[in-house]
């Protein structure tokens, strides 16, 4: 009865636990591993012009709605410019203005970006465009081009693919050459295709956006050919007739307005470079957090101050190095002094490191327990003599840390976290131990008391366990839930088998 | 490994998780342990109860008792000091005789002579919570010294052999004696090297002796034969044991029980949480043999259920 409701208790912990790592995995994309790292861009764009000493608009496009693609950061430079962020037809602008301005003048825009599979485009189905009139003989050319593209196509799709096909090799077709003009660049091209996709009564769209590369000064804004087939927008290249965005392409904005349009203003240069750089996935993770309105994601241990931080990256680690006593006691059934005392133990080895820790431990107990030996012929009362030996502990380290600084070994500084008020109750049971029980027993638990601490270090110190238990302290959870269920274990320990070997064969 | 765990299982092996889950946690109610973990109150309660214990001379409650000591025991060649919360035997002071000529100087069991002073440090560090467990503060006991009965002066070196009955419900279910040896410096405490020997709950004769991991056939220091040893008033023993339930509530105890040259057998202590290697002195599982007095029905009458239990748990011929 009982057995079944821990394991009904531990099985919900274990699915919360789970369920809230797996949404923080999958949906926010915290980072499983240690030391990844997830690409940004930064997106800068500059904007020079010569203003003529009257009031000065200038308005710019920047990313908004842009499928794949989430915003980390903006910044707007515009030294005396006032500026607003304002939703438009084609987007999203910013409009710098400013009422007296002379000379040669830098408007920068900076956005860092990241890729972002949760953003999708979100977008109204638009009415069916009106079927445009154009003079002969371009209308018939159109007419006749839409006649022949329609029979060899069965819907907005295909039609689209085949009309860019065609636009995309003329092969000396008449109609086509009419409607492209002399050398028509992929903006004339995607224009074309538009006024041919509406003679066709399909809504489509001219949108630009920039190829997203590791480096580049000077990007050029490419524009691409949307197309909604009655459900969702489409995407087609307008030179090659391909559907499809290219990988890392972020879309900037829609129409046919400029990306820069300046009043009270000339020689107008835009320049947009790219620059990519890696990121702290965990960063990116709660910035989509953030966007998302997820408390989940926001409720986080990285909006603690960077030194509560590093405390509970020690502290979250100490539930697992109890499990591990847990295992090594109930278990295997390993002797220790105290239950808990060498997790504290391996806490100290991380200013240590192992092979030192270890030495040390064995130094300070073993003088210490000697000293302690000769207090009992003192006769001192235990508070008193505790406090002694806390004494000549936190003496002997002292003389420690001095030593190794002399030989150069800059370890032995490190030392001062070293509980030493754990080291002197262990010195302390030992030495009871050691009186009433021998010294077989009290090295026994001594160095089983090591060996346990040693194993929770190791296990503690795993950088994977570290990070995990970090990022997604909802792990606890689950160690909870194991620790429930080795809370009901009933079997032998491991030990017992050998202390009970007598009894495996033989008669009864 | 598996199969080792197997083979146990099969002959009924009690391991520690078990002992504490379905045994321990389940008969024993917490606010119990207050009754055996402090040995004054124990004492107390079997008086109350008639049950015979070795008699209180005085207590050392606090530091300044200490200096009344001689006070204490002026009329008394021989006592034990004890820790009132002490476990496993540890704090135990054993005053065999005192100096005729210098009343300040004490003989202790194992023959070595210290003074007061060094008996009043030893009181100090039971006051402060030396020997119980989690340090708390502690009392001191002072009482009657056991002296070995003649019928086991062969079979333990100097100390007191003590029989450990483990007792399910009022219903003795295992026993146990165990005889200080020189290895064990005259304690009754198996891990320190005394010899452990099972004993016939239908007849009250040893069995089979274990000293530390391996069979004793022969006491190492009296060359005594330990397998045959009757111990005298077996059925009174059983009953004394068998009583603990009523005394203490407790379902699942190890009762530690004495044989005294004048007063027969004394309760000495009980214990809420008995040790595991009983099963290896009886070369038998506690497990089927717990789980068969969980199955009897709850008896009032302590003779019935001890006449019960010596039919249940003899030891198989």
């Known amino acids: ?508 | 490994m598996l199969g080792w765990a197997r083979q146990l299982r099969e002959r009924g092996v009690l391991g520690m998780n078990e002992r504490n889950t379905e045994y321990i946690m389940r008969f024993n109610p917490r606010r119990l342990y207050p009754l055996v973990d402090d040995k004054l109150l124990t004492k107390e309660l079997a008086l109350k109860a008639g049950i015979a214990v070795p008699e209180l001379y005085g207590v050392i409650r606090a530091e300044h008792d200490i200096a009344g000591l001689g006070e204490l025991v002026r009329d008394r060649q021989d006592f034990a000091i004890k820790p009132a919360h002490g476990s496993g035997g540890d704090g135990i002071m054993v005053v065999t005789g005192r100096s005729p000529r210098a009343p300040g100087l004490y003989r202790l069991a194992d023959g070595s002579v210290i003074s007061e002073s060094e008996i009043g440090f030893h009181l100090s560090n039971i006051l402060s919570g030396q020997f119980s467990l989690g340090g708390h503060r502690d009392v001191a006991l002072l009482e009657y010294c056991i002296k070995v009965d003649p019928l086991f002066s062969e079979y333990s070196f100097q100390g007191v052999p003590d029989i450990r009955v483990i007792v399910l419900r009022g219903y003795p279910v295992m026993a146990m004696i165990r005889l200080p040896t020189r290895r064990s410096r005259g304690k009754a405490n198996l891990h320190q090297g005394a010899i452990g020997a099972g004993i016939d709950l239908a007849s009250g004769v040893t069995t089979y002796g274990v000293h530390g991991n391996s069979r004793a056939i022969e006491h190492p220091d009296t060359g005594a034969t330990i397998a045959g040893l009757a111990i005298p008033r077996w059925e009174y023993l059983l009953t004394l044991a068998a009583r603990s339930y009523e005394l203490t509530g407790l379902g699942y105890v190890g009762v530690d029980i004495v044989l005294d040259r004048r007063f027969g057998p004394l309760i000495l202590e009980l214990n809420a949480r008995p040790g595991l290697n009983i099963q290896i002195c009886n070369r038998a599982g506690l497990r089927l043999r717990l789980e068969r007095a969980v199955a009897l029905p709850a008896e009032p009458d302590i003779a019935a259920r001890v006449a019960k239990s010596r039919e249940l748990f003899a030891t198989a011929a």
């Open chain 1, 1 to 508: 009865m009982s057995d079944y409701k821990v394991s009904i208790f531990a099985l919900l912990l274990a699915v919360v636990g789970l369920g809230i790592f797996a949404y923080k995995l999958r949906v926010l994309g915290f980072p499983l591993q240690p030391h990844v790292e997830t690409q940004t861009w930064t997106v800068e764009t500059r904007v020079a012009f010569k203003a003529a000493g009257g009031p000065v608009k200038a308005s710019l496009f920047i990313p908004g709605l842009t499928p794949g693609f989430s915003i980390m950061a903006e910044n707007f430079v515009s030294r005396g410019f006032g500026f607003t962020t304002p939703y438009v037809s084609g987007g999203r602008q910013v409009q710098w203005a400013v009422r007296q301005a002379e000379g040669a003048q830098t408007l920068y825009y900076r956005a860092v970006v990241y890729r972002d599979p949760t953003r999708l485009q979100s977008d109204t189905t638009p009415p069916f465009p009106p079927v445009p009139k154009l003079a002969e003989p371009f209308n018939t050319a159109m007419e006749t081009l839409v006649e022949r593209v329609r029979t060899r196509s069965a819907d907005p799709t295909s039609f689209t693919a085949e009309l860019l096909q065609q636009l995309a090799r003329p092969n000396g077709d008449q109609e086509v050459e009419l409607l492209l003009g002399d050398a028509p660049d992929s903006v004339d091209r995607a224009r074309t295709a538009m006024t041919i996709l509406a003679a066709a009564r399909i809504p489509s769209r001219l949108v630009r956006g920039v190829q997203m590369t590791a480096r580049e000064r000077n990007v050029d804004v490419v524009p691409w050919l949307e197309v909604h087939d009655g459900e969702r927008w489409l995407y087609f290249d307008p030179v090659t007739g391909n559907e499809g965005l290219p990988p890392d392409f972020l879309v900037w904005w829609r129409g046919e307005d400029p990306l820069v349009q300046l009043d009270g203003g000339s020689d107008l240069d835009v320049a947009v470079s790219i620059q990519s750089t890696a990121a702290d996935p965990i960063v990116v993770a709660r910035r989509r957090a953030e966007a998302h309105q997820d408390r989940i994601g926001e409720f986080s241990l990285f909006s603690l101050p960077i030194e509560s931080q590093a405390v509970y990256g020690v502290l979250l680690a100490v539930p697992i190095g109890a499990l591990v006593v847990v295992i090594l006691r109930n278990i295997i059934g390993v002797q220790t002094f105290g239950t808990f005392m060498p997790v504290l133990i391996a806490l100290a080895f991380r200013e240590t490191k192992l092979l030192w820790g270890a030495l040390l431990f064995s130094v300070l107990v073993a003088i210490g327990l000697s000293i302690r030996f000769y207090m009992e012929r003192l006769r001192l009362l235990l508070v008193p003599r505790l406090a002694a030996v806390l004494t000549i502990v936190v003496l002997l380290m002292v003389f420690v840390s001095l030593v190794s600084h002399e030989l150069g070994f800059e370890t032995g500084l490190s030392v001062g976290l070293f509980p030493m008020v754990i080291l002197t109750m262990t010195i302390e049971r030992m030495s009871i131990v050691w009186e009433e029980r021998g010294p077989g027993d009290a090295t026994k638990q001594g160095l089983g008391s090591l060996m346990v601490a040693a194993i929770c270090y190791l296990v503690m110190g795993i950088e994977l366990v570290e990070h995990l238990v970090f990022v997604f302290p909802e792990l606890l959870l689950v160690t909870l839930a194991a620790t429930l269920l080795l809370g009901r274990y009933t079997g032998y320990r491991l030990t017992e088998l050998l202390r009970f070997r007598e009894m495996r064969s033989g008669e009864g």
